[in-house]
C-alpha cells in the first residue's frame, strides 16, 4: 500500500503560481512513476504531468511549457510547479502512483484525495 497526500492548493489570480506537494508513506517511494491528474467540475479526470522513477517527464499540450514535476526520492515527494496559471486550470489536483508513468487513470494503483486549485480572472 502507498498513502498519498497532497497539499499546495488554493486560489490565485490569472498569471500567478502555485506549488503543488504530494507526500509518499507506505511501500519504497522510488519504485513508482507517478502522474498528476486533474479534474475539473462536470469534466473527466485528465493527466496533467507524468514522471518516472528515474525522472524523466511528461506534460500534456495544455499545461507544457508552464508545469514543471520533479520528485524527491529522499523525501518520498512529487512537485508541481504551475505558473502562468489560467481560469481554465481551475480542478481539483490529484497525485498518483504506479508502475509506469501513463497518461491513463487505469495506469496507477494509489491516489490521493485531491487539493483544489482555483485560478480567478
Known amino acids: 500500500q502507498v498513502q498519498l497526500v497532497e497539499s499546495g492548493g488554493g486560489l490565485v489570480q490569472a498569471g500567478g503560481s502555485l506549488r503543488l506537494s504530494c507526500r509518499a508513506s507506505?511501500?519504497?517511494?522510488?519504485?513508482?512513476?507517478m502522474g498528476w491528474f486533474r479534474q475539473a467540475p462536470g469534466k473527466e479526470r485528465e493527466v496533467v504531468a507524468s514522471i518516472s522513477w528515474s525522472g524523466g517527464s511528461t506534460y500534456s499540450d495544455s499545461v507544457q511549457g508552464r508545469f514543471a514535476v520533479s520528485r524527491r526520492n529522499v523525501r518520498n515527494m512529487v512537485e508541481l510547479q504551475m505558473n502562468s496559471l489560467k481560469p481554465e486550470d481551475t480542478a481539483v489536483y490529484y497525485c498518483?502512483?504506479?508502475?509506469?508513468?501513463?497518461?491513463?487513470?487505469?495506469?496507477?494503483?494509489?491516489w490521493g484525495q485531491g487539493t483544489q486549485v482555483t485560478v480567478s480572472s
Open positions: 507506505g511501500r519504497t517511494f522510488s519504485n513508482y512513476a
Open positions: 498518483a502512483a504506479g508502475p509506469s508513468p501513463g497518461t491513463l487513470i487505469s495506469d496507477y494503483r494509489y
